[in-house]
């Protein structure tokens, strides 16, 4: 049984930056592609990116060159800096591990609200 925990969220000035992190158990971290989606007050959840077991990164266009996911495999954690926040990156984000197995696991959300 994998569990992620997600860190990081809070209250930020719009233009404003921070740094969500999800640390996963057991030992299969390093050959899973992580993601972080996020979900909005009555919005669906969508991706926000992702990274795979090699690096390869790919963003959702409304985040691309302000977000960017890394990966640290000794830590068992992904990372996702985040900057120049806007008022609609307010959602709660979430990391999903996608397992060689095809399995996916899901973390309990952090809240990240943009606001001034």
């Known amino acids: 049984q994998v569990q992620l925990v997600e860190s990081g969220g809070g209250l930020v000035q719009p233009g404003g930056s921070l740094r969500l992190s999800c640390t996963a158990s057991g030992s299969i971290f390093s050959g899973s592609t992580m993601r972080w989606y996020r979900q909005g007050s009555g919005n669906e959840r969508e991706l926000v990116a992702g990274i795979t077991t090699s690096g390869r990164t790919n963003y959702a266009d409304t985040v691309k060159g302000r977000f960017t996911i890394t990966r640290d495999n000794a830590l068992n954690s992904v990372f996702l800096q985040m900057d120049n926040l806007k008022v609609e990156d307010t959602a709660v984000y979430y990391c999903?591990?996608?397992?060689?197995?095809?399995?996916?696991?899901w973390g309990q959300g952090t809240q990240v609200t943009v606001s001034s």
């Open positions: 999903k591990l996608v397992a060689p197995s095809s399995y996916v696991y």
